[in-house]
Nanobody, 118 residues
Framework: QVQLVESGGALVQPGGSLRLTCAAS????????MGWYRQAPGKQRELVAL???????DYGDTAKGRFTISRDGAWNTVWLQMNSLKSEDTAVYYC????????????WGQGTQVTVSS
């Protein structure tokens, strides 16, 4: 089974940058894709960015042009580089891994808080 641990959340001023890290452990060779999602108070969880085993990526509309997802070659670590942060980026950011291990799975980390405020 895969375990995920996020880190890097912080309080940052508008216009600033932040890099989130998701460390995966366990059966990482079963992972097909990893992504970052976020959930603000009173809102549904939404996709921020996704990266697949072939390196292809998808971004949510709010992340396009400002955020970049990347990973190392072996799914040990996935990063989310966030630039030009806005107050509306304030949320808990969750790492997710999807794959197949006997059956399909979707695993979530515990989340890391990002607060954008002056």
């Amino acid at each position: 089974q895969v375990q995920l641990v996020e880190s890097g959340g912080a309080l940052v001023q508008p216009g600033g940058s932040l890099r989130l890290t998701c460390a995966a452990s366990g059966n990482i060779f079963s992972i097909d894709a990893m992504g970052w999602y976020r959930q603000a108070p009173g809102k549904q969880r939404e996709l921020v960015a996704l990266i697949r085993s072939d390196g292809s990526t998808d971004y949510g509309d709010t992340a396009k042009g400002r955020f970049t997802i990347s990973r190392d070659g072996a799914w040990n670590t996935v990063w989310l580089q966030m630039n030009s942060l806005k107050s509306e980026d304030t949320a808990v950011y969750y790492c997710n891994a999807e794959g197949i291990e006997l059956k399909k799975y979707s695993i979530w980390g515990q989340g890391t808080q990002v607060t954008v405020s002056s």
